[in-house]
Every structure is written in structure tokens, then in C-alpha cells.
């Protein structure tokens, strides 16, 4: 079991950042691959960012590259997401989780932080 808690969000102006932190207790935070995910009203939940569990490899959704970078830091079981440049159309939910698996797939993340309300106004 892991349990995972993200912090960070708010409301900030187009073109200010953010950075989101997610906490995991539980089970071994190294051994997971950690995704971050964002569901804005009336859409479905979609993939922004991963991170393998070595932090050597990151992906990216095409709509924040660029903009946003995914890191972890596995000392303090930790994941952040630190958004630059932000949009109105970034404002959303914004949810960690965790997978045994390399993936960007929602249904293939096994646990799921409460999330992170995120709002960009123009």
C-alpha cells in the first residue's frame, strides 16, 4: 500500500509557475514509476508527466514539453512537478501517482493521491 499526498496548488496568473510536491508513504517509493495526471471539469483525466523510478527518464504530454518538468527526489519519497509559463488552460485537478510499470495509461497506475486543485486565470 502507498499513500501518496500532493501539495502546491493555487491560483496564479497566465505566464507564473508553480510546482506541485507529492509525498508517498508506504512501500518503497524508489521502485515506482511516478506519474503526474490533471482532470479539468467535464474532461477526462489525462497524462501530463513521468518519471522512471532511477529519474533517468521523463515524459511528457506535447500540450506542457517545455514547460513543465517532472523530478524526484527518492531520499524524501517525493515527486515534484514544476510548471512554468502557465496557462488558462492548464487549470485542473492535478493528481501524482504511483505504477509498477513504465506508463502513461491512467488504468495502469495503482494508487492515486487525493489532487491538487491548479488555477490559471488569463
Known amino acids: 500500500q502507498v499513500q501518496l499526498v500532493e501539495s502546491g496548488g493555487g491560483l496564479v496568473q497566465a505566464g507564473g509557475s508553480l510546482r506541485l510536491s507529492c509525498a508517498a508513504s508506504?512501500?518503497?517509493?524508489?521502485?515506482?514509476?511516478m506519474g503526474w495526471f490533471r482532470q479539468a471539469p467535464g474532461k477526462e483525466r489525462e497524462f501530463v508527466a513521468a518519471i522512471s523510478w532511477s529519474a533517468t527518464s521523463t515524459y511528457y504530454a506535447r500540450s506542457v514539453k517545455g514547460r513543465f518538468t517532472i523530478s524526484r527526489d527518492n531520499a524524501k519519497n517525493t515527486v515534484y512537478l514544476q510548471m512554468n509559463s502557465l496557462k488558462p488552460e492548464d487549470t485542473a485537478v492535478y493528481y501524482c501517482?504511483?505504477?509498477?510499470?513504465?506508463?502513461?495509461?491512467?488504468?495502469?497506475?495503482?494508487?492515486w493521491g487525493q489532487g491538487t486543485q491548479v488555477t490559471v486565470s488569463s
Open positions: 508506504g512501500r518503497t517509493f524508489s521502485s515506482y514509476f
Open positions: 501517482a504511483v505504477a509498477k510499470v513504465a506508463t502513461m495509461r491512467a488504468n495502469e497506475y495503482d494508487y
